[in-house]
């Protein structure tokens, strides 16, 4: 069963960091992109980060980018996002994904909460 | 980063054939085309469809997507109860180097 499955959400303040993992099964985890994405409380989903296939190319959204860090290890079949420096606005459900012609499989998500 | 634009909200009756729209740009919808997802309360999105009008294995023929230029749209035949939910379209935007949402529809099934 191709299936991914995020950790390592919880209650964080303001300024502290985390770090979300994504464990993959059921399907070849080195040959696929992998991405992660959020949808914040009574907003929609946010695109947040990219990591290729090789684990060397990486794109992140303007909103993220230099604060949070995604990076995978393919010989574990994991994906991570590091996060620093949280903000309210981080507060969201996390979502890692796969890629293969679109996003095709996705995780049931694990939720960050940013409060002080 | 400027996201594509997706009318808030649709209402339409049961039954009935919804068409919901995704405005984007040359760099991204009109590039590579968009992709769709449905996502129902309290779960993760589905992707309905790819690079335009390629369904994955599973999802209904009732779904199908299209492009005209800058924009893409996903048609529903047959409205049912069950498409009730949030619809979102996403591309590739070339210049960004950056994946792009549309803020999302929500349907309504009268």
């Known amino acids: 069963q191709v299936q991914v499955v995020e950790s390592g959400g919880g209650v964080v303040q303001p300024g502290r960091s985390l770090r979300l993992s994504c464990a993959a099964s059921g399907f070849t985890f080195s040959s696929y992109p992998m991405h992660w994405v959020r949808r914040a409380p009574g907003k929609g989903l946010e695109w947040l980060a990219v990591?290729?296939?090789?684990?060397?190319?990486?794109f992140y959204a303007d909103s993220v980018k230099g604060r949070f860090t995604i990076s995978r290890d393919n010989s574990k079949n994991t994906l991570y996002l590091q996060m620093n420096n949280l903000r309210a606005e981080d507060a969201a459900v996390y979502y890692c994904v796969k890629e293969d012609d679109g996003f095709d499989i996705w995780g049931q998500g694990t939720m960050v909460t940013v409060s002080s | 980063q400027a996201g594509l634009t997706q009318p808030p909200s649709v209402s339409k009756d049961l039954r009935q054939t919804a068409t919901l729209t995704c405005t984007g740009n040359?760099?991204?919808?009109?590039?590579?085309?968009a992709a769709w997802l449905q996502q129902h309360q309290g779960h993760p999105p589905k992707l309905l469809s790819y690079r335009n009008n390629n369904r994955p294995s599973g999802i209904s023929e009732r779904f199908s997507a299209s492009r005209s230029g800058n924009t893409a749209s996903l048609t529903i035949t047959g409205l049912q109860p069950e498409d009730e939910g949030d619809y979102y379209c996403?591309?590739?935007?070339?210049?960004?180097?950056?994946?792009?949402f549309g803020g999302g529809t929500k349907l309504t099934v009268l």
């Open positions: 990591i290729l296939s090789d684990e060397r190319k990486v």
């Open positions: 040359s760099n991204n919808v009109g590039n590579e085309g």
């Open positions: 996403s591309a590739w935007d070339s210049t960004l180097s950056a994946w792009v």
